[in-house]
């Protein structure tokens, strides 16, 4: 049973940082292209950023760009989000997932499968 698991989150001000991680039991995440999604109080989920299979490629929501770096270490199998210069728009409850290629997807990937976990909460305040 594949079981997701997000940390990392926080309430931090305008222009801080943080790092979320992503753990997966049950999953390779080197096996897969890995997204983290995002969702805001009272709005929709939307992608944040993707890591492409290979590692080599990755992507990124205009709205994070130049301040959000997703990577992996797989030995841990751990995905990450590092995130600096936070914006109180950011605040919101962060999720990763496995993805597949979707042109008719925001960041051009859509979720392979069901697999969510409770995510992790991040709080930015003016």
């Known amino acids: 049973q594949v079981q997701m698991v997000e940390s990392g989150g926080g309430s931090v001000q305008a222009g801080g940082s943080l790092r979320l991680s992503c753990t997966a039991s049950g999953l390779p995440l080197d096996d897969y292209a890995m997204e983290w999604f995002r969702q805001a109080p009272g709005k929709e989920r939307e992608g944040v950023s993707v890591l492409s299979r290979s590692g080599r490629n990755t992507y990124y929501a205009d709205s994070v760009k130049g301040r959000f770096t997703i990577s992996r270490d797989n030995a841990k199998n751990t995905l990450y989000l590092q995130m600096n210069n936070l914006k109180p728009e950011d605040t919101a409850i962060y999720y990763c997932?496995?993805?597949?290629?979707?042109?008719?997807?925001?960041?051009?990937?859509?979720?392979?499968?069901?697999?969510w976990g409770q995510g992790t909460r991040v709080t930015v305040s003016s």
């Open positions: 997932a496995p993805v597949g290629s979707d042109p008719r997807a925001e960041l051009g990937f859509t979720p392979l499968f069901n697999y």
